[in-house]
């Protein structure tokens, strides 16, 4: 039984930053792939960005330059930091994760298992 278990969410003026982490426990593979994905209010739920186990990294449009995920293994823990965040930041952030490569930026359909989510609030 896989879970994840994310942190570091919070309110930041634009312009802030903020690290978020997602601890996995239980079985995943050394081939695997992890992701970070966000709904806003009133919004479908949406990729930020996705990394495989060899390190390859994809981003969603909006947040390149802003966003940069990566991974620890041996602490079995996935971070995003966020720069420069904006209001359309603003919602909760889910930790993602699949036994297997992701071919391009993870999708939605790709998840085997999710985090609960933790809040990211970014006035302006």
């Known amino acids: 039984q896989v879970q994840l278990v994310e942190s570091g969410g919070g309110s930041v003026q634009a312009g802030g930053s903020l690290r978020l982490s997602c601890v996995a426990s239980?079985?995943?593979?050394?081939?695997?792939?992890m992701g970070w994905f966000r709904q806003g209010p009133e919004k479908e739920r949406e990729v930020v960005a996705s990394?495989?186990?060899?390190?390859?990294?994809k981003y969603e449009d909006s947040v390149k330059g802003r966003f940069t995920i990566s991974e620890d293994n041996v602490k079995k823990t996935l971070y995003l930091q966020m720069s420069s965040l904006k209001p359309e930041d603003t919602g909760m952030y889910y930790c993602a994760a699949r036994n297997w490569f992701c071919g391009g930026i993870m999708s939605s359909t790709e998840v085997q298992h999710w985090g609960q989510g933790t809040q990211v609030s970014v006035s302006s």
């Open positions: 990394i495989n186990s060899d390190a390859s990294t």
């Open positions: 239980g079985y995943i593979g050394w081939t695997h792939c």
